[in-house]
């Protein structure tokens, strides 16, 4: 079992920054792959950038490739989502992810979530 915590969202001008961290508590958190995903009201729940458990590959989402980053410190638990030049259009819930594998992109890849932190970009 694994239990995530996001944290670091909030209300951003467009062209602002953020970061957003996940802290995992359970297993061994080098065990799992790391994603997050974002769900705009009205909207499913989309992949936006994932990490692989030995922190040497990433993939991002078209729309966010360039201006968001993820990264993670296993020794810290910790998934991070750096979000750059926000745009009105990222807003939504963040939600960080951990699967039970080497890699994941899909959602049902996905073994356990977060509860998800708001975050809101004004024009």
């Known amino acids: 079992q694994v239990h995530l915590v996001e944290s670091g969202g909030g209300l951003v001008q467009a062209g602002g920054s953020l970061r957003l961290s996940c802290a995992a508590s359970?297993?061994?958190?080098?065990?799992?792959?790391m994603g997050w995903f974002r769900q705009a009201p009205g909207k499913r729940r989309d992949f936006v950038a994932g990490m692989a458990w030995s922190g040497d590959s990433t993939y991002y989402a078209g729309s966010v490739k360039g201006r968001f980053t993820i990264s993670r410190d296993n020794a810290k638990n910790t998934v991070y989502l750096q979000l750059n030049s926000l745009r009105p259009e990222d807003t939504a819930v963040y939600y960080c992810?951990?699967?039970?594998?080497?890699?994941?992109?899909?959602?049902?890849?996905?073994?356990?979530w977060g509860q998800g932190t708001q975050v809101t970009v004004s024009s």
């Open positions: 992810a951990a699967a039970l594998k080497p890699w994941a992109t899909l959602r049902d890849e996905y073994d356990y």
């Open positions: 359970g297993r061994t958190f080098s065990s799992y792959a």
